[in-house]
């Protein structure tokens, strides 16, 4: 979780507060993807964070729950009950 915590204060640091909203989901999950299949190829670090890529999939992947769960964007609204 601190990675996530790193990179969502980059982030807010050069995007300003709460712009990642403004993206549809879809953004953030191609997003999520490009990290991980750089991640997987061996390219561990993100140039543009200096971070792991791992944490910048992950800090997407969280985005896209979080607008799925909201509604937002093109994200359906999903029931947070079972």
Known sequence: M????FIVAIGLEKHGRDTWRDLPI???MDCALSHLAH???G???DPDTG???LW????????CVELEMRGSNSGEGVSQTR
């Open 56 to 63: 910048n999939a992950a800090t997407r992947v969280l985005f």
């Open 26 to 28: 879809e953004t953030h």
């Open 2 to 5: 601190r990675g996530v915590a």
């Open 43 to 45: 390219q561990k670090v």
């Open 51 to 53: 971070h792991s890529h």
């Open 39 to 41: 991640w997987n190829t």
